[in-house]
């Protein structure tokens, strides 16, 4: 008799940006996990979604229980997915404007959001993004995000020796493990919330 191997279920993670700059850390931090994701760690996909062509948050654009067409693409790419990446630039100690945005058009009612595994990466400068981190789980509390709590990532992208190059790609190899440690946990954890492993 063969032994059948039981296939790890595929979980779909949207990467999602609070910078819209080009050549952003932050977006380099999820063009690394995306390469990572593919290379080497069976049982994930992870999606970059686009949040610039979200307009700003304006319940007038809400007509007849339907939200702009970017809105509800936004929407439904965050809805189908199992879990998050963020890449969290800090902003005056808070998340970005951008990102603010994003989270609240997909919090409008149905909560798209609700129930699913999330975590956080960022780049800046001394603490690396900490603070906005920390906001961001403070957030995610009232949209019932669940945050890996290890490994956390912060980044500081200014410290010597350099951590990007000139279009920000990460070429930091203890910082490509530890994205990889990360999206191991984002995994698991993903994979416990849908009680799946």
């Not at 439904?76 to 951008?98: H, M, R, W």
Request: include cysteine; charged fraction near 25%.
């Amino acid at each position: 008799m063969e032994a059948v191997a039981a296939a790890k279920p595929v979980i779909k993670v949207a990467a999602i940006c609070g910078s819209l700059r080009k050549g952003s850390y932050n977006r380099g931090l999820l063009r690394t996990a995306l390469d990572i994701s593919r290379e080497s760690i069976n049982g994930i996909r992870l999606e970059y979604i686009d949040i610039s062509p979200l307009p700003m948050l304006n319940t007038d654009l809400e007509v007849d229980g339907k939200y702009p067409p970017v809105v509800e693409a936004f929407r439904q790419k965050i809805l189908e997915v199992d879990s998050v990446l963020f890449a969290s630039p800090e902003y005056n100690y808070s998340v970005t404007g951008p990102l603010k945005n994003a989270i609240d058009w997909a919090s409008r009612a149905p909560n798209v959001w609700a129930d699913k595994a999330a975590a956080i990466v960022s780049a800046g400068g001394s603490f690396g993004g900490g603070r906005a981190q920390y906001h961001l789980r403070q957030i995610g509390v009232y949209l019932d995000l669940h945050f890996i709590n290890k490994p956390e990532f912060f980044l500081n992208a200014f410290q010597p020796p350099a951590k990007f190059d000139s279009e920000g790609n990460l070429i930091d190899p203890a910082s490509k493990e530890k994205i990889k440690e990360v999206l191991l946990s984002l995994q698991a954890f993903t994979l416990r919330l849908k009680g799946k492993c």
